[in-house]
């Protein structure tokens, strides 16, 4: 005689919903995720799911701060036993490329309809997440201001969007490509060129 099924707690369920999501995103694309398709991948009714989560509005404000709450705790990693501004900016660009290649699912979400034209809360939530990750990168491009490594012209808020874009403009590509090639390697590539052009210009040659 099989053991009769035990029921998950609510908060172990309602997770089980949200990593299934991010799964599903990644593997089929967030536009063709369904709440039935949801619930037999995880085996469930779909009124369970709704049980948990009232609306598909709400799964998916759920999935975003589940995807905020992982690129915290990403960035905590980035920031420890590094004390140079410019180590820490560097990780903090690489490591959200590395995170990317290991959740796919950040690209198709932040270019899905979903986000761009159906869920207003969702927008509002990824919107303010670039820009508390664009304070984040100013802070930093001014700490490098400030000791000379970068340019003093440069402005610090338009650089950082510069390495945002960057970030954003690299995953679309690897996400049209198949993720044919490495997210992080082609990244450190463009970030040494992007450093390059906020660095303090070299003293002309003195000449005699």
């Given at each position: 005689?099989?053991?009769?099924?035990?029921?998950?707690?609510a908060v172990d369920r309602k997770a089980e919903i949200v990593e299934t999501a991010i799964r599903l995103s990644a593997e089929i694309g967030p536009d063709r995720l369904t709440t039935d398709l949801l619930a037999?991948?995880?085996?469930?009714?779909?009124?369970?799911?709704?049980?948990?989560?009232?609306?598909?509005?709400?799964?998916?404000?759920?999935?975003?701060?589940?995807?905020?709450?992982?690129?915290?705790?990403?960035?905590?990693?980035s920031d420890k036993d590094v004390v140079q501004p410019i180590d820490k900016l560097r990780n903090l660009v690489v490591d959200h490329l590395a995170f990317i290649e290991q959740t796919p699912a950040i690209p198709?979400?932040?270019?899905?309809?979903?986000?761009?034209?159906?869920?207003?809360?969702?927008?509002?939530?990824?919107?303010?997440?670039?820009?508390?990750?664009?304070?984040?990168?100013?802070?930093?491009?001014?700490?490098?201001?400030?000791?000379?490594?970068?340019?003093?012209?440069?402005?610090?808020?338009?650089?950082?969007?510069?390495?945002?874009?960057?970030?954003?403009?690299?995953?679309?590509?690897?996400?049209?490509?198949?993720?044919?090639?490495?997210?992080?390697?082609?990244?450190?590539?463009?970030?040494?060129?992007?450093?390059?052009?906020?660095?303090?210009?070299?003293?002309?040659?003195?000449?005699?």
């Amino acid at each position: 005689m099989a053991a009769p099924r035990t029921r998950k707690r609510a908060v172990d369920r309602k997770a089980e919903i949200v990593e299934t999501a991010i799964r599903l995103s990644a593997e089929i694309g967030p536009d063709r995720l369904t709440t039935d398709l949801l619930a037999r991948e995880i085996g469930i009714s779909q009124p369970a799911i709704f049980r948990h989560f009232p609306t598909k509005g709400d799964i998916w404000l759920a999935v975003a701060q589940r995807i905020g709450e992982m690129l915290r705790q990403n960035a905590l990693l980035s920031d420890k036993d590094v004390v140079q501004p410019i180590d820490k900016l560097r990780n903090l660009v690489v490591d959200h490329l590395a995170f990317i290649e290991q959740t796919p699912a950040i690209p198709a979400i932040l270019f899905s309809r979903e986000l761009h034209a159906e869920n207003e809360h969702l927008r509002a939530f990824f919107s303010q997440l670039i820009e508390s990750r664009q304070r984040s990168l100013a802070r930093l491009i001014h700490a490098e201001i400030a000791v000379g490594r970068f340019n003093k012209s440069l402005n610090a808020d338009d650089a950082a969007y510069l390495l945002l874009a960057l970030i954003q403009g690299l995953a679309m590509r690897w996400s049209l490509n198949n993720r044919q090639f490495d997210l992080v390697a082609e990244g450190q590539r463009l970030l040494a060129l992007q450093f390059s052009g906020f660095e303090k210009p070299a003293a002309p040659a003195k000449n005699g």
